[in-house]
């Protein structure tokens, strides 16, 4: 079956995670473990959440698609945000991190292909919203960053940031070689010594940082604005690919222009 013919209810395993009857004893107990998952630690984590042929699958037409990734390499802070001349150099928010990332933007997906097929269907959002407890949820009406690839190549690396938005979906689909591993230091955000916490990470403190093993075919949930994370650098000739899936409370939520920029070289699905 071609990636364009395969369906959204034939990716997911719905036995294992019988997310089309939410509203079944199973399917509820299922809803419910998951919230309490993520509401606990910031992370819900659904291994084989994809069928091992729709990986394939999915990973043949994201492979397909890496003469179209925008690389970014660059430098950001740990907020992405622009860095405040008026602040003292030693303040958290003047350190630098590095990032070597590519990203096929949403715009430049195939309408029909396996990705957007997943994306948008709907028993996947509620799902989603379920374990966030967000009703009503809304993808995300980016135009670049709706639904994206990440891909990282040999140097690959992403550096220590929390998301602008409030949650991430992201699903493990292709491993490199050799690291490319997901870290992170959940629910910081708001903390009293959150400045103190995340300078002691970008120094190299790893008390309290954990690290998600890559298994093709997972899903992760995270609270991407509270949890502090990175890519640890990647080496070798396999490319790291993960699908980037975004989800709103609001119909109109958009990333900043300046994020459009930094992950994508334009600010509109326009150039």
């Not at 699903?171 to 708001?190: A, V």
Request: hydrophobic share 35%; aromatic share 8%; proline share 6%.
């Amino acid at each position: 079956m071609s990636s364009e013919g395969i369906s959204a209810s034939s990716m997911v395993d719905t036995e294992r995670y019988p997310i089309t009857d939410l509203g079944s004893p199973v399917g509820s107990v299922l809803a419910q473990t998951c919230q309490e998952k993520f509401t606990k630690s910031g992370l819900c984590i659904l291994p084989g959440f994809i069928r091992p042929d729709a990986v394939d699958q999915l990973a043949r037409e994201a492979n397909s698609m890496l003469g179209q990734a925008y690389f970014c390499d660059n430098t950001h802070n740990a907020y992405l945000t622009e860095a405040d001349p008026n602040l003292s150099p030693k303040d958290v928010t003047q350190r630098q991190e590095s990032t070597f990332v590519g990203s096929v933007a949403y715009d430049l997906l195939a309408d029909h292909g396996a990705l957007k097929r997943l994306y948008h269907w709907d028993p996947l959002k509620d799902f989603i919203a379920a374990i966030l407890d967000k009703d009503p949820l809304f993808r995300f009406a980016d135009p670049l960053g709706a639904c994206s690839i990440n891909v990282f190549v040999d140097g690959g690396q992403h550096g220590w940031h929390f998301d602008e938005s409030e949650f991430t979906i992201t699903l493990m689909l292709q491993q490199p070689d050799e690291g490319g591993l997901f870290e992170y230091m959940p629910q910081i955000r708001g903390l009293d010594n959150e400045k103190e916490i995340v300078q002691g990470v970008l120094e190299g403190n790893r008390e309290g940082v954990m690290q998600l093993p890559f298994t093709p075919g997972t899903l992760l949930i995270f609270a991407g604005r509270q949890t502090i994370h990175r890519v640890t650098k990647m080496s070798g000739i396999v490319p790291r690919l993960v699908p980037v899936l975004c989800y709103a409370e609001r119909p109109d939520l958009v990333n900043s222009e300046e994020v459009r920029e930094l992950f994508w070289g334009r600010r509109t699905a326009d150039g």
